[in-house]
């Protein structure tokens, strides 16, 4: 299996500031994929094979990475980026999530 | 537009069987492959297994002893069967379409298990 450790686990940014999630693979993986989930709510799809955007998702977030080595960065961060985010590689079976970064706004 | 939506029991006994349904509309069974995920609550996301437009399976080996995933082309249904179930499957289960993947949700329902 798999094992995919996103770091940090918590942060808190300010509204303009730049954030970078990292998510680390265990083994070396094709493609990472992002998930935004807010509380009591669906995860939504939010970036897909490393670096494209999901319908909807604003142009102030990227994803970047190869290998064992992955992240999603917001340039500007806004009130409503507030989330967790969860990163999942399906390179492998058992496909597996990341446990997940909560951001939060300072 | 693209639904799914999961229905099912909310409380199971310890060591008996989860039956859950994911009816879908939208979209065909035949064109688009339908998992399940996981999420005990304040916990994170879990693959539990997908069906494939084909009708073959892919499971969580985790989970693979305990679990079956089926569907009925002609109702939209996709259904998830596991068996022995212990106090931590307590968790809010979703499908989801897999393209991408996983871009559309259902709102999920949540199992306790407890006696």
């Known amino acids: 299996e798999i094992v995919l450790t996103q770091s940090p686990t918590t942060m808190a940014a300010s509204p303009g500031e730049k954030v970078t999630i990292t998510c680390r693979a265990s083994?070396?993986?094709?493609?990472m994929h992002w998930f935004q989930q807010k509380s009591g709510t669906s995860p939504k799809p939010w970036i897909y094979?490393?670096?494209k955007l999901a319908s909807g998702v604003p142009d102030r977030f990227s994803g970047s990475g190869s290998g064992t080595s992955y992240s999603l960065t917001i340039s500007s961060m806004e009130a409503e980026d507030a989330a967790t985010y969860y990163c999942?590689?399906?390179?492998?079976?058992?496909?597996?999530f990341g446990g997940g970064t909560k951001l939060e706004l300072k | 537009q693209v639904q799914l939506k999961e229905s099912g029991p909310g409380l199971v006994q310890p060591s008996q069987t989860l039956s859950l349904t994911c009816t879908v509309s939208?979209?065909?069974?035949?064109?688009?492959?339908v998992g399940w995920v996981r999420q005990p609550p304040g916990k994170g996301l879990e693959w539990m297994g997908v069906?494939?437009?084909?009708?073959?399976?892919a499971y969580n080996s985790l989970l693979k002893s305990r679990l079956s995933i089926s569907r009925d082309i002609s109702k939209s249904q996709v259904f998830l069967k596991m068996n022995s179930l212990q106090t931590e499957d307590t968790a809010t289960y979703y499908c989801?379409?897999?393209?991408?993947?996983?871009?559309?949700w259902g709102q999920g329902v949540m199992v306790t298990v407890s006696s």
């Open positions: 999942l590689q399906r390179s492998s079976y058992p496909w597996t």
């Open positions: 989801a379409r897999d393209l991408r993947p996983f871009d559309y």
């Open positions: 069906i494939w437009t084909g009708g073959s399976t």
């Open positions: 939208g979209f065909s069974l035949t064109s688009y492959h």
């Open positions: 094979d490393t670096s």
């Open positions: 083994s070396s993986v094709s493609y």
